[in-house]
């Protein structure tokens, strides 16, 4: 007897369509079939990447922040930054060719200004403290490489006599590393006989880094006006450059000497407001 011929395999399951996760294997089709060995990144990614590798190498090695510093450069933004205080302080003088005996400034003064009004008809009449002035100046370095103080000094723009016209006496209104300098404006030379500048010593300022100038002038022999000249070397190996800094309202700086006589002076002992005054202590200077 022959035997049976064996029965027919079992029908192979279709993949078309298919896929197995777990052993790595991708199937398309039932003709395509791959094993994955990796996953494929897109071309645009790698590049990102490279982008950003390049980034953080260029950030390392310093060269983003010259990159930033040759772009503040080429626009001319300023390689120094300051912020001055000019406060006119109780029992401080002021003196004016003006002589006020009408009008809406002296109306002003007599029902006694705030400090802006007061500062601000002071300016109008370009007004001069008599004696000396006091004003602090805050400098930062806006540059990552180091910009270097050299000195700090008065710029004068213009004398003349001492003004004569209206004194004022200034009544009660209610209201980083630090360097101290003072110069009398009718010498303009630094204090130490053995020096050319007024700076003890030269300052780098890093980028954000700050330095305080408590700057005094006094007068006594005229008037001035006047603004501080900032020397500085801003590390690009050209020669020295100089900013300029004046009174927060742009207006300069002005002291003067005493005059012998005032045509007309204001104040009074009651320190409220401003009135016609008489008394020789009005406008006298440290009494």
């Known amino acids: 007897m022959t035997p049976a011929p064996p029965p027919p395999p079992p029908a192979a399951q279709s993949l078309q369509d298919s896929s197995v996760g777990g052993d790595n294997i991708q199937i398309g089709a039932a003709r395509d079939v791959s094993i994955a060995t990796g996953t494929r990144v897109p071309r645009k990614y790698l590049l990102v990447v490279l982008v950003v590798v390049l980034l953080g190498a260029m950030a390392a090695s310093g060269v983003l922040k010259s990159l930033s510093d040759v772009g503040k450069d080429l626009t001319d933004a300023p390689v120094l930054s300051s912020r001055v205080t000019s406060r006119i302080n109780v029992g401080d003088v002021v003196a004016m060719r003006d002589v006020l005996t009408s009008g809406s400034d002296l109306a002003l003064l007599q029902r006694g200004p705030n400090d802006r009004q007061l500062r601000d008809m002071l300016d109008r009449h370009h007004a001069a403290r008599v004696g000396s002035m006091n004003i ?11 910009v270097r103080i050299i000195d700090v000094r008065p710029h004068v723009i213009t004398s003349g006599a001492k003004p004569a016209g209206t004194c004022i006496r200034i009544p009660s209104q209610g209201d980083s590393s630090e360097f101290k300098l003072k110069v009398d404006l ?33 007068a006594d022999d005229r008037w001035y006006e006047w603004d501080i000249e900032v020397v500085y070397d801003d590390g690009t190996g050209t020669e020295l450059k100089s900013t300029f800094i004046r009174e927060p309202s742009g207006e300069p700086f002005r002291v003067t000497g005493q005059a012998k006589k005032y045509a007309v002076a204001y104040g009074d002992k009651a320190m409220s407001g401003y009135r016609t005054s008489k008394e020789p202590w009005i406008c006298g200077v440290g009494d």
Do not use: C, W, Y
């Open 186 to 218: 009718d010498k303009q030379r630094p204090e130490q006989a053995d020096s050319s500048r007024f700076l003890p010593h030269s300052v780098d300022l890093e980028m954000d880094e700050r330095m305080t100038i408590d700057f005094t002038a006094e």
């Open 136 to 146: 602090v100046i805050v400098l930062q370095g806006n540059r990552n490489r180091p």
